[in-house]
């Protein structure tokens, strides 16, 4: 039943859904794959697999192009990570399991295209990318008959209903990795009919492997079996450092001079940013060698964060259009993609956004690993256990509001001493809880295909 009304009630939204992606410009790229069609309506209305590269090889070469889907010597893991934070997590998962079973194939689809370049960004030459099928069941089970997965992994609890009743009636075994349930999407999925749906979707999972006992307890009381339920902990522990092998520094191409410290949010939002701004406008008072750079989460709202800034009585520069080194209290716009993991290299102090407001809070790992100290603020529900982890071993603090953050932020200006121990303490949390990766590997390898169904290639 649960089945029916959920395939009626989606296919009566399917046009509104797709007018929705259209009018979105950065929901169009991979649109058409998205809907099974693009063969016949590539280009169309610039739903093409990607904005033209002039640079981009076409043709059998092209790394998200599978030319030879179906090859029985080569069976298929599909793995899916729905966007830039989903795929960098799953990067070191796919290439672990890429050098103990090269016999395999890899696929790895995404929603956006920021997930799309963080796929051929980090896994170039081990897996092909594709855009993620809509739920739609015709689109669905045309993409799995095209595969014919031997396994299918999603990162993150991205539960789509049809996709996994599909995998289960093809009898393909599904593995949820790095599973998490923030309070906001417990609380709507436990309810009454809605909390029967998700059983039924649940019960299509072969394993649950979740970042903490929480997130477990959760997924067991919507309707996982807690026999297939397992706590592996956080594969963004296991991220390795960004290579800087080719650059010792970025300052230089951020304008940056020798004396001045670098203050850094990253996936920032609206409403936050005029925080940041408002309390930079005191720090700047006290430090005045402090310079200010903002990374929004979503690149596209560019022209607005640098209107605002500007409205701020604040000079703004957008890194891509620094020529040279820059002078001044000011605010550096960072609009470059891939950039921002190894931008918090080179920050005094960070603060990872999504925290100021309600979003729920984005990668506290990513400055902590480069031994920076971190700062986020109260809303920090899709982080909690690392967000505890930080404040408990001092590697981190959880600012209230403005007038918190420019104190603290001050502070650590003023004392390098102190910013030192801090950033130090924060990066032996990300030492201290690695391990995850290994847990989940040994775990999925349990639900391959035994080793003679596979041919391996030499």
Request: proline share 7%; glycine share 8%.
């Amino acid at each position: 039943m649960w089945k029916l009304l959920y395939n009626i009630g989606l296919i009566l939204a399917a046009p509104v859904i797709v007018c929705v992606l259209l009018a979105k410009p950065r929901c169009r790229p991979g649109l058409a794959q998205r809907l099974g069609l693009e063969d016949g309506l590539s280009g169309l209305f610039g739903l093409s697999r990607r904005p033209d590269r002039p640079d981009r090889p076409e043709g059998p070469d092209r790394p998200d192009r599978l030319s030879e889907p179906d090859r029985p010597d080569r069976p298929i893991i599909w793995v899916h990570a729905v966007s830039l934070g989903e795929a960098v997590a799953a990067a070191p998962l796919v290439k672990a399991l890429h050098g103990r079973h090269p016999e395999y194939r890899y696929i790895v689809t995404t929603v956006t295209e920021t997930g799309r370049e963080a796929v051929e960004q980090r896994l170039a030459g081990v897996a092909e990318h594709r855009y993620a099928p809509l739920d739609l069941p015709w689109v669905v089970a045309g993409m799995i008959d095209r595969l014919r997965p031997a396994l299918y992994l999603f990162v993150e609890t991205e539960l789509w209903p049809n996709l996994l009743w599909t995998l289960r009636d093809r009898q393909v075994p599904v593995v949820l990795v790095n599973g998490r349930l923030s309070s906001r999407s417990f609380r709507r999925q436990d309810v009454g009919g809605i909390r029967a749906l998700y059983r039924s979707v649940l019960q299509s999972i072969s394993l649950c492997l979740m970042q903490s006992d929480r997130d477990r307890q959760r997924i067991v009381a919507l309707g996982a079996n807690p026999a297939l339920a397992h706590t592996t902990g956080n594969i963004k522990f296991d991220q390795p450092l960004p290579d800087m092998s080719q650059e010792s520094s970025l300052r230089r191409t951020f304008g940056l001079a020798d004396q001045e410290q670098l203050i850094l949010a990253g996936s920032t939002h609206p409403g936050e940013e005029e925080l940041l701004v408002s309390a930079y406008g005191e720090i700047v008072k006290l430090h005045p060698a402090a310079v200010l750079m903002l990374a929004p989460r979503h690149i596209e709202r560019v022209d607005r964060v640098e209107a605002m800034i500007r409205e701020a009585g604040f000079t703004a520069q957008r890194k891509s259009r620094i020529g040279e080194t820059a002078a001044g209290p000011r605010v550096i716009i960072l609009d470059t993609r891939g950039e921002l993991a190894r931008a918090y290299r080179e920050a005094v102090v960070a603060f990872v956004g999504g925290t100021l407001i309600p979003v729920g809070g984005h990668n506290l790992l990513e400055p902590a690993v480069w031994g920076t100290p971190v700062l986020f603020g109260p809303y920090t529900d899709h982080c909690a256990e690392v967000a505890a982890l930080l404040d408990e071993a001092g590697g981190g603090r959880r600012v209230t509001g403005v007038e918190d953050l420019v104190r603290c932020v001050s502070e650590w200006l003023a004392d390098q001493n102190a910013r030192d121990t801090v950033g130090q303490a924060a990066k032996r949390v990300v030492l201290d809880n690695q391990g995850a990766l290994q847990r989940s590997l040994e775990l999925i390898e349990s639900c391959l295909p035994p080793a003679p169904l596979v041919k391996r290639i030499s």
